[in-house]
């Protein structure tokens, strides 16, 4: 279709654009507490660890060793109040115990008015991939007509590109919506 290379690295911003949007998605629903015990959900509690806002997965071993359990094996045995206190004053809702080398988290089960919040909560972070992929995906056009206006390529061209943008976008709104199904049946499961 194109014999210009410019024209393929539209192509190529605009999947690196919707990649993006998509890896964001997943890091926000994979921080939502579902009723299990995922180490995920700590990805987003950050500790001073020496001067350095530091994710705990990178100063600990987080694990779950059962659903409603999640354990943390500080490397650092000195930074065992900084955590706790980080875990105390996130959004979670959690309340660590220690027992000086360990800290246990025990997630309880959500009621059924939570998870409902819980599924409105990632359903509103679908919509919002949408949108940015949505706007990506106008940007790109926006381009396209750029060189149509600057007689770069023909109408027929931009038809074709029109096509293919969608087509690119229609693959990743799919994954979005495959991963909000998926999320939602782990949040409404009891």
């Known amino acids: 279709m194109f014999n210009n290379e410019e024209d393929k690295t539209f192509y190529e911003g605009l999947k690196n654009h919707l990649e993006g949007n998509y890896q964001h998605f997943l890091t926000e629903i994979n921080a939502v507490r579902a ?7 700590l ?12 994710p705990i997965s990178r100063m600990a071993n987080v694990s779950a060793p059962d659903p409603r359990t999640i354990l943390i094996s500080l490397w650092d045995i000195s930074m065992l109040r900084e955590v706790l206190k980080a875990i105390q004053t996130s959004d979670l809702g959690l309340n660590p115990s220690d027992d000086g080398k360990v800290i246990k988290l025990y997630v309880p089960a959500p009621t059924e008015e939570r998870r409902l919040e819980l599924v409105k909560m990632v359903k509103k972070f679908a919509e919002d991939a949408r949108i940015n992929m949505r706007n990506g995906r106008r940007e790109t056009l926006d381009l396209f007509k750029d060189l149509k206006k600057q007689s770069k390529i023909t109408e027929d061209d931009l038809a074709l590109a029109e096509k293919e943008v969608q087509k690119i976008l229609n693959s990743y709104t799919d994954r979005v919506d495959k991963a909000l199904e ?3 049946k782990e949040i409404m499961e009891v």
């Open 35 to 41: 009723g299990r015990a995922n180490p995920r959900m």
């Open 43 to 54: 990805d987003k509690i950050m500790v001073d660890y020496y001067g350095t806002m530091t």
């Open 182 to 184: 998926q999320k939602e």
